[in-house]
T-cell receptor
Framework: EAQVTQNPRYLITVTGKKLTVTCSQN?????MSWYRQDPGLGLRQIYY?????VTDKGDVPEGYKVSRKEKRNFPLILESPSPNQTSLYFC????WGAGRSQYFGPGTRLLVL | SQQGEEDPQALSIQEGENATMNCSYK?????LQWYRQNSGRGLVHLIL?????REKHSGRLRVTLDTSKKSSSLLITASRAADTASYFC?????????????FGKGTHLIIQP
């Protein structure tokens, strides 16, 4: 089954404790992206990747890191989480090129205390 | 940056009625897409309309695009309780754009049984 998986689905952590949210897709998509969703703000892009070893900042990259060492995986790293990073995070993937629709993961709900 | 703006922010109708949501955007686009999100879950792609298309149908969905007004509408006919969800428009900018899609803040649709 074609899918995007994220882990963990729920996470409660404390300020400053490094964490990683994993994202994996099995559709051989070149393009992957991370979004955060906050009430009243919709989805905002954090980082995206056009292919292995190619990543770039989205609209709200501060406080986040990503890596793309393999085509299927695109982890999101919070080196020193802060309470303002409490949010619902989504990973998405798609083929590269115009007219592509994105496939979304189920989301990771993060609470930073 | 936020590109699409959906209107209304929330809509409540009776089962069987038609639901119409609107989206406005600011810059030239390659295509516009609509996604559905059930509460707290990942977004699911519904339909894509290209900039040279004016109307598109998929089952009970009808999408229109007016590039001169930079606006789109999503019509769901004969609504069902299962259509209760948030609906987002997303635009892909002209020129492709490596940063992918830009999402609006969504319309929350409630179908009353």
């Amino acid at each position: 089954e074609a899918q995007v998986t994220q882990n963990p689905r729920y996470l409660i952590t404390v300020t400053g404790k490094k964490l990683t949210v994993t994202c994996s897709q099995n559709m051989n998509h070149e393009y992957m992206s991370w979004y955060r969703q906050d009430p009243g703000l919709g989805l905002r892009q954090i980082y995206y990747s056009m292919n292995v070893e190619v990543t770039d900042k989205g609209d709200v990259p501060e406080g986040y890191k990503v890596s793309r060492k393999e085509k299927r995986n695109f982890p999101l790293i919070l080196e020193s989480p802060s309470p303002n990073q409490t949010s619902l995070y989504f990973c998405a993937s798609s083929l590269w090129g115009a007219g592509r629709s994105q496939y979304f993961g189920p989301g990771t709900r993060l609470l930073v205390l | 940056s936020q590109q699409g703006e959906e209107d209304p922010q929330a809509l409540s109708i009776q089962e069987g009625e038609n639901a119409t949501m609107n989206c406005s955007y600011k810059t030239s686009i390659n295509n516009l897409q609509w996604y559905r999100q059930n509460s707290g879950r990942g977004l699911v792609h519904l339909i894509l309309i290209r900039s040279n298309e004016r109307e598109k149908h998929s089952g009970r969905l009808r999408v229109t695009l007016d590039t001169s007004k930079k606006s789109s509408s999503l019509l769901i006919t004969a609504s069902r309780a299962a259509d209760t969800a948030s609906y987002f428009c997303a635009t892909e900018a002209s020129g492709g754009g490596a940063d992918g899609l830009t999402f609006g803040k969504g319309t929350h649709l409630i179908i009353q049984p």
